[in-house]
């Protein structure tokens, strides 16, 4: 008997959190990179909290709006001042 694996959901696409990790530069609080986190264009919700080295970073993004490389597209729109996406 050929079994196919099913998901079953309530949701028909259930948009996940994005981790994401924030090496921060300089003296930047977790409020100023909330505040430049939940301002950029795509970006729903986003959660921090303090890592030994850095934040923890969980982004949602609009439902239908998730960019293709999410680590790219915030990396690429969080200024030098705020610090480096390392790893997502």
């Known amino acids: 008997m050929n079994r196919k ?3 079953v959901s309530g949701a028909k696409k259930a948009k996940l959190h994005r981790l994401l990790f924030v090496d921060p530069k300089g003296t930047v609080s977790m409020d100023e990179l909330a505040d430049r986190l939940i301002a950029l264009r795509l970006v729903q919700e986003i959660f921090l909290a ?39």
Request: positive net charge.
């Open 50 to 88: 303090g890592h030994g080295s850095g934040y923890a970073a969980k982004v949602r993004f609009f439902p239908e709006k998730e960019p293709r490389d999410a680590r790219a597209y915030v990396a690429g729109l969080i200024s030098k001042d705020y610090g480096s996406v390392v790893k997502a």
């Open 5 to 7: 694996n099913k998901r």
